[in-house]
């Protein structure tokens, strides 16, 4: 349809070339999506970064290489979106060592990091494992004088949750407060389930009622930590109780919510 068209003479723009280069990329069909690209470069057509961003998600790590690499041959600026979407797609593919190569190279690059390039930085020690490396991106970070955000947080927080150190997850809770950054309902999730996870049920649950103190509204996710220790426990009278718990204070469960308690 796209190539009758263009044969009977209608021109097609941006929109379109955008719209059939997704559908393509989420089908596989990457010799399709080269041919497109080859149209839009022939016709000059100023691309948007977005194209490519939604691109390096379906193509492997090589070929977002590439791309990326290719990107200014379609009259497309790079920005730092583009880079950290690049840095996400290697991390994500275990490629921590290009990931590594291509962040030291940023400033060279004309890209001057951002919150959001040493969360994915942070993600990748922490799947390696690597809480050591991680706390020197996260001072790397504090230096160059970009702000953690709450993900930042959230991510150190989880990985020393599951590694039983809750000592130290409190300790990062108190140091968010301290710089200013308000936990989310997520941060508190991850440590309810840290809690449970070394069976302080009480402790945790104490905690999900404390959250609104510290200016967090308690929400499913919260809840379902909850429910999800206490039946595993078999208590499940206790769980089905915190479901009413929910509706009293207004709160829709979710989809997960029931998950939690079928199981």
């Not at 190539?3 to 941006?14: A, I, L, N, P, S």
């Not at 220790?229 to 009293?248: I, P, T, Y």
């Amino acid at each position: 349809l796209f190539h009758r068209d263009k044969e009977q003479g209608f021109r097609h723009y941006y929109p379109s070339y955008a719209a059939l280069l997704y559908k393509l990329a989420r089908s596989r069909m990457f010799d399709a999506v080269e041919t497109i690209l080859a149209h839009m470069k022939d016709t000059e057509m100023q691309c948007r970064e977005s194209v490519f961003i939604a691109l390096f998600q379906h193509y492997g790590p090589e070929k977002a290489v590439e791309l990326f690499n290719r990107m200014p041959q379609f009259n497309c600026t790079r920005t730092i979106q583009s880079f950290n979407a690049l840095l996400n797609v290697l991390i994500d593919n275990d490629r921590f060592d290009e990931a590594n190569d291509i962040f030291g190279k940023s400033y060279e690059m004309g890209f001057r990091p951002n919150t959001v390039t040493f969360n994915i930085m942070v993600k990748g020690r922490l799947a390696k494992g690597e809480w050591g490396k991680a706390c020197e991106v996260f001072d790397e970070m504090l230096q160059k004088r970009v702000q953690p955000s709450v993900v930042t947080y959230n991510s150190l927080i989880g990985f020393l949750c599951r590694k039983g150190d809750l000592d130290k997850a409190m300790a990062l809770l108190e140091d968010m407060g301290q710089k200013g950054k308000h936990a989310n309902e997520v941060t508190y999730a991850l440590l309810m389930e840290g809690l449970c996870s070394v069976e302080k049920t009480e402790e945790a649950k104490k905690l999900m009622f404390d959250m609104a103190y510290r200016g967090c509204k308690a929400q499913p996710v919260n809840f379902g930590v909850l429910m999800n220790d206490l039946g595993k426990r078999g208590k499940v009278e206790e769980a089905k109780s915190l479901l009413h718990e929910m509706k009293k204070r207004r709160l829709k469960p979710d989809v997960v919510t029931y998950n939690i308690l079928i199981n």
